[in-house]
């Protein structure tokens, strides 16, 4: 295989809304259903970073048997069909109640940097566990070695690295290049981060150092202010996806969560790589431009793409299919995090 081919990896956010709406099957296993039926048509794959916390609180209430039996099924047939299942975690979920047929989170705890060292370990090593007895019983070799943190919230990261290097993590996935959210709940700010497609980092995230873990951002890009209104209005025509009911709100009030709104509008024009709300145009785009802009790197140039489950409508369906077909025409590999990873260390 060509050394400098771009590696493209689709990875999905597989949890139900931030405030525990929502429900199993129109949130998550019917379109993640949909985006792997897309993905094998081209052979693509997908990892879905898999909030396993929130699975493990559903697994203990009766209501939630049947809906956590077909996640196990599709994690495990995903890896089985060579898609990756990896780390996230939404730590609000620990110390989740179930009453009156409603969730009863803790957004105390929403950012896992605010979490102290010993409950961030023992969420990482009880969702690590569940991951790997979900996927192991059909795919030996499995391991779990990637993190993406829960709605962006990793720094400060120095306590969030070292217990990922602790777990045996080797891959984080978390920066958005130029992203920043200015709510103080759910704050994160990657507005300054080494102008690379990865480095390692053994403390800051966003700061290169000669070892420890491998930060592989999320790819970002700009397109016109206009054109970017046009994409964030058409997606909040497209919705949900279908049946899929819940809603966004967070941890913050209502001050915050203007704030919030205000920040998004000062970054008008800067975009993830994101295929549940991006036409294909606009992922083209993007991607033309995280390559242009890393020509020179000498290895296999990541790619990362994202998407969550609850909002990948029949729109998000074309927009991958076209983006897809044009991917296998460009001769992008359609990978996953090992698999650049063993590409790389060879
Ligand atoms: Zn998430």
Redesign the pocket.
Known sequence: MDKKIPHLILTV?Y?LFGNGTGCIEPCITIPAKRMLEIANEYSAKITFFT?AIEFIKMEQEKEFFAGILKIKKQLSESVQDGHDVQL?V?PQWMHAKYLNHQWDLDFSAWRIADLKQEEILSVFEASISWLENVVRSENKSYTCNTFRA??WCIQPSEKIVDALQQVGIMMDSTVAPNFQNLSQGEWSNFSSVPNKPFWLTDSDVCSETDTGIFEIPIATGKISKLKHIQVLKAAKKQGMAKGCIGSYQGPDGKYQVIKGKMGKLLRLGNVMLDFSTMTSDVLIEITKQWIEKYSHVETPLPIVAIAHTKNFTSTSEKALKEYLSWAKREGLVFSTYTNWLGVIDD
């Open positions: 956010d949890e909030d996230h939404h829960g709605g």
